[in-house]
């Protein structure tokens, strides 16, 4: 059983040109579309991190204000950090859900079909 699905799998990657896939018009919208979304998020988040990270080292009287009894700024600017990293995670699925998705499962609908075009000329052979 276990060969079996091995050799089908085999099978299913010399029926798929994959190459021709990358460089396909829709596969290349989708990473610029992916790109375009994921790089200035990155690029904000290191700058906030950093940003965190600097103050935490060179401005310690502004990281030491107390906000309220034990809480200070560091420790505001610190929870912001995870809230920042959940948001970020909510918001990437959403436009994954929205704008990658749809392109993505027209591209593996399409690789399906080829391999079940060329499964079904080989059983007839």
């Given at each position: 059983?276990?060969?079996d699905?091995?050799?089908a799998?085999?099978?299913?990657?010399?029926?798929?040109?994959?190459?021709?896939?990358?460089?396909s018009?829709?596969?290349?919208?989708?990473?610029?579309?992916?790109?375009?979304?994921?790089?200035?998020?990155?690029?904000?988040?290191?700058?906030?991190?950093?940003?965190?990270?600097?103050?935490?080292?060179?401005?310690?009287?502004?990281?030491?204000?107390?906000?309220?009894?034990?809480?200070?700024?560091a420790?505001?600017?610190?929870?912001a950090?995870?809230?920042?990293?959940?948001?970020?995670?909510?918001?990437?699925?959403?436009?994954?859900?929205?704008?990658?998705?749809?392109?993505?499962?027209?591209i593996?609908?399409e690789?399906?079909?080829?391999?079940?075009?060329?499964?079904?000329?080989?059983?007839?052979?």
């Amino acid at each position: 059983m276990g060969n079996d699905a091995l050799s089908a799998e085999e099978t299913n990657r010399s029926i798929v040109d994959y190459r021709a896939v990358q460089q396909s018009e829709r596969f290349q919208r989708l990473r610029r579309r992916q790109r375009g979304f994921v790089f200035p998020v990155l690029g904000a988040c290191l700058v906030w991190y950093l940003a965190y990270v600097l103050l935490a080292s060179y401005a310690h009287d502004f990281m030491s204000t107390p906000v309220f009894g034990s809480v200070n700024v560091a420790m505001l600017l610190g929870l912001a950090q995870v809230v920042t990293t959940f948001a970020v995670t909510t918001w990437y699925v959403s436009f994954a859900n929205r704008r990658l998705d749809p392109i993505a499962s027209e591209i593996r609908e399409e690789i399906e079909a080829e391999i079940a075009d060329a499964s079904s000329a080989e059983a007839t052979r």
